[in-house]
Antibody
Framework: EVQLVESGGHLVQPGGSLRLACAAS????????MNWVRQAPGKGLEWISY????????YYTDSVKGRFTISKDDANNSLYLQMNSLRAEDTAVYYC??????????????????WGQGTVVTVSS | DIQMTQSPSSLSASVGDRVTITCRAS??????LNWYQQRPGKAPKLLIY???ILQTGVPSRFSGSGSGTDFTLTISSLQPEDFATYYC??????????FGQGTKVEIK
């Protein structure tokens, strides 16, 4: 059974830092692309970061670029998100998401296959 | 950024109803279109990818269609477990990958 378990969410003051972790099991972690997706209270989903299975490719959405760093440790089947210079608008549930590419009519479609239960980050003074 | 606009934002329906949710992209996204279901208090779940391909284990009452910029998720006969929020999602352009704002399906 696939499991993604996030941890590290907390109440933090604006300007502070947090490190989120995600422990993966039940699938070949090193072969999967991994993502962080967040959901602000009562709002929709926002993709924020991607790391390829080999860690060779990393992307961020503009609003977190330069403040957040994604990384993974294949030996320990773990994904991380280092969050610095936190702002009130970073308040959200943060989901660890395992993705893959599925072929459809010659296109390789990136999908978000496996989701953790989420960890809550609150940025407030 | 590619903007994804869903309509309606919410709808009320009864068990057994046919439900249709629309998603429009701000530019053509070919077939890089996925749909997710999120039940209250739970993580999202992949339903459909590549416009119309059902993820393994998803009931056949769910279907997807469309092309270019306009896409549709249809539930042919709404079941109690289908009351949830549904999101479309484009992966045509990663700068950034974007979701629709969601459509909440409520019990009438």
């Amino acid at each position: 059974e696939v499991q993604l378990v996030e941890s590290g969410g907390h109440l933090v003051q604006p300007g502070g830092s947090l490190r989120l972790a995600c422990a993966a099991s039940g699938f070949t972690f090193s072969r999967y692309n991994m993502n962080w997706v967040r959901q602000a209270p009562g709002k929709g989903l926002e993709w924020i970061s991607y790391i390829s299975g080999s860690s060779s490719t990393i992307y961020y959405t503009d609003s977190v670029k330069g403040r957040f760093t994604i990384s993974k440790d294949d030996a320990n089947n773990s994904l991380y998100l280092q969050m610095n210079s936190l702002r009130a608008e970073d308040t959200a549930v943060y989901y660890c998401v395992g993705g893959s590419g599925k072929y459809s009519y010659g296109s390789r479609i990136q999908t978000f296959d496996y989701w953790g239960q989420g960890t809550v980050v609150t940025v407030s003074s | 950024d590619i903007q994804m606009t869903q309509s309606p934002s919410s709808l009320s329906a009864s068990v057994g109803d046919r439900v249709t949710i629309t998603c429009r992209a701000s530019q053509t996204i070919s077939n890089y279109l996925n749909w997710y279901q999120q039940r209250p208090g739970k993580a999202p779940k992949l339903l459909i990818y590549g416009i119309s391909i059902l993820q393994t284990g998803v009931p056949s009452r769910f279907s997807g269609s469309g092309s270019g910029t306009d896409f549709t998720l249809t539930i042919s006969s709404l079941q109690p477990e289908d009351f949830a929020t549904y999101y479309c999602h484009q992966t045509y352009s990663i700068l950034p990958w974007t979701f629709g704002q969601g459509t909440k399906v409520e019990i009438k």
